[in-house]
């Protein structure tokens, strides 16, 4: 695991820089104590990390279910809602022993590229505000509606607005903008000169940049960064109080119906949602590593476990940490497992160090994250390989940012259905008409190799269509499957076919048949088709 550690080290720390906000922020838009962001941050980080086998993969409190977590605490109360993650854990083990992990194979490319496309978008949205100094909600408030009552787009009206007016904080914005500077130099230039532009990372220096204007503005009224907009990590006063924020699941409720509802909803959506996340970042992968799907349900299960045993939220792998994590070079499972302890000393070491940072650095920091996801290029391709991947894909990016992920994601499958449905309909045969001298049609049919009920519509449109007086010719010598439904519409057909004077050929590997009795006495004699 520590054999890439020159690529893994430098990784971590912007995964950790990455993560500590969204941490933070996921726990206040769930309504729930700050220090559970954190808890479920390491422990996806050191635990999560050391059991899964993804490589790049990074684990942690997700924004996903945080309308599901905040409802659920409101219901039954933190302690009672610990022990519902307890449980969800325990289903999620199970999940992984019973080889569920497959279930995310089974969604289109052109919906994970949506996601991924969609998350970026967002990503880039939510920080144009915290890049101004205009926003103290959340960064972890993914959802297209906020906390705040306001949504995405009226908070970015807002950030317009005060950009016009000259309302911003333009010590949070210098920052930021120096920050951004710094970024795309190091990566563009500097990480080309030599090999200690490679160790010590771009947004490393960002952040101690923005430390030290900080500290040296705080005086200064006009470029003075307002703690709101500074990452706010609690600070213990001694490791007693350090201690005191861990809280402990109620396990006299365990026979309580509802809180088995929330373990199941829990379970399920965070499973899905791994899932999900592990198949995007496989392919966002440059080494082209697989995930094993069933091993990552027992990683996140254990996680889920733990996390809620000591007070933690639900933890999901999440797909900006993790690719956070690719796009500053980690090789291995060695950069996850290092940010989780990179939380755990600063929280315990540093929180006061932590609390000078300005968000807006992280904005800077999360920009350029957001770009790589959702670059223009990726639009052009998905348009260029035709409207069968575009659709799907335009319609998973637009509900992600105007609803939530899950939605996105849901919205795309059902589009990927109907258009395998449509594409079905098309390629259930073919048509081929082959003489129509002398007013005698011949028309030949070929039936697909797998022929469904979900082409009944196009072959009974297409045998209704043909003229009196057709020679049909029907081959299902290549056909292996044939719905009980297509035979019924054949056996229909063959009656009226008589009183349109339409003669019927069947080609099939038994041979030649004219005009055949009952199709459905024939293919119950043939072993091929069934």
């Not at 956070?324 to 315990?348: D, E, P, T, Y």
């Not at 990726?378 to 939605?407: A, C, E, N, R, Y």
Request: aromatic share 10%.
């Amino acid at each position: 695991m520590f054999k890439t550690i020159k690529s893994d080290l430098p990784a971590s720390i912007v995964v950790f820089f990455v993560a500590l906000p969204l941490c933070l922020g996921i726990a206040l838009a769930s309504g729930a104590p700050l220090f559970s962001g954190l808890i479920a941050g390491i422990i996806g980080g050191i635990v999560v990390g050391s059991l899964s086998g993804s490589k790049i993969g990074v684990s942690g409190p997700a924004a996903g279910l945080a309308a599901i977590v905040f409802a659920a605490i409101a219901s039954l109360g933190y302690q009672n809602f610990l022990l519902a993650v307890v449980l969800a854990g325990v289903i999620q083990l199970i999940f992984g022993f019973l080889k569920l992990g497959i279930i995310g194979y089974y969604f289109p490319s052109s919906v994970i590229k949506g996601m991924l496309t969609g998350i970026g978008i967002i990503i880039i949205l939510k920080q144009i505000p915290h890049f101004f100094g205009m926003d103290a909600d959340p960064q972890g408030d993914f959802a297209f509606l906020q906390v705040d009552g306001e949504n995405t787009l009226t908070e970015l009206l807002k950030a317009v607005n005060a950009l016009v007016s000259g309302n911003i904080s333009f010590g949070a914005t210098i920052i930021a903008i120096i920050s951004m500077a710094i970024l795309l130099l190091w990566s563009n230039v500097l990480v080309k000169k030599g090999k200690i532009f490679q160790l010590i990372q771009g947004p490393l220096v960002a952040v101690v940049v923005g430390i030290i204007f900080f500290v040296m503005t705080q005086g200064n009224s006009s470029l003075a960064i307002e703690s709101s907009h500074l990452v706010n990590v609690p600070v213990p006063e001694d490791m007693d109080s350090f201690f005191a924020q861990f809280t402990f699941p109620n396990f006299g409720v365990i026979g309580d119906p509802n809180i088995w509802v929330v373990a199941f909803t829990i379970a399920l959506v965070a499973s899905l949602e791994t899932l999900l996340c592990v198949e995007a970042t496989d392919k966002l992968d440059p080494s082209k590593n697989v995930t094993p799907t069933n091993r990552e349900l027992l990683a996140q299960g254990t996680g889920n476990l733990l996390s809620g045993l000591i007070g933690g939220l639900p933890i999901t792998q999440v797909i900006v940490r993790s690719s956070a994590n690719i796009q500053s070079g980690g090789k291995s499972k060695a950069s996850a497992v290092i940010h989780g302890f990179f939380l755990l000393i600063s929280v315990m070491l540093i929180p006061t160090l932590l609390n000078k940072i300005p968000l807006s650095v992280l904005a800077a920091i999360l920009f350029i994250v957001g770009f790589k996801l959702a670059k223009p290029s990726t639009f052009k391709q998905m348009f260029s390989l035709g409207w069968k991947q575009w659709v799907p894909f335009m319609v998973t990016v637009l509900v992600i940012v105007f609803k939530d992920l899950l939605w996105g994601i849901g919205m795309g499958l059902t589009v990927g259905i109907v258009v395998i449905l449509i594409k079905s309909f098309q390629n259930s045969h073919f048509l081929h008409i082959e003489d129509e001298s002398n007013g005698s049609n011949k028309v030949k049919m070929t039936l697909a190799e797998e022929v469904t009920f979900f082409n009944k519509g196009a072959i009974l449109t297409e045998l209704d269509r043909l003229p009196e007086n057709t020679n049909l010719e029907l081959d299902v010598r290549k056909t292996r499957y044939l719905d009980n439904d297509i035979i019924e519409i054949l056996e229909d057909f063959a009656f009226k076919a008589k009183e349109r004077n339409i003669n019927i050929t069947l080609l099939s590997e038994r041979g030649t048949i004219e005009n055949p009795e009952s199709f459905i006495e024939f293919f119950k004699l043939n072993p091929k088709i069934n």
